[in-house]
């Protein structure tokens, strides 16, 4: 079971943090993402890391102001947002997936959390 925090309401160019814990004995062995998806708009990959933490990859929207972590000691992810835009504004989801190998399309994931609102105002 995956729970998503972290969201709320934000300026253009603040920061959000969101967390994603994860229950189960198992979480190191999942590759981690974080998806969204936006009023009108079909969901869309936005991060994602190896289950050892050492691999990332992300969406060019977002690349170099987002930071995709984790602690499998706490079983929880992380998505540091900074510089955040109104175009970031999204229900945002964590997401597990079994294998090896980032994955970035949301069929290959296995669990989904249940999403956390981020707004960002102009």
């Known amino acids: 079971q995956l729970q998503a925090s972290g969201g709320g309401l934000v300026q253009v160019g603040g920061s959000l943090r969101l967390s994603c814990a994860v229950s189960?004995?198992?979480?190191?062995?999942?590759?981690m993402g974080w998806f969204r998806r936006s009023p009108g708009k079909e969901r869309e990959f936005v991060a994602c890391i190896s289950w050892s933490g050492t691999s990332t990859y992300y969406a060019d929207s977002v690349r170099g102001r987002f930071t995709i972590s984790r602690d499998n000691a706490k079983k929880t992810i992380y998505l540091q947002m900074n510089t955040l835009k109104p175009e970031d504004t999204a229900v945002y989801y964590c997401?597990?997936?079994w294998g090896l190998g980032l994955k970035v399309t949301d069929s290959d994931y296995n669990s989904w959390g249940q999403g956390t609102q981020v707004t960002v105002s102009s």
């Open positions: 997401a597990a997936a």
């Open positions: 189960g004995r198992t979480f190191s062995s999942y590759v």
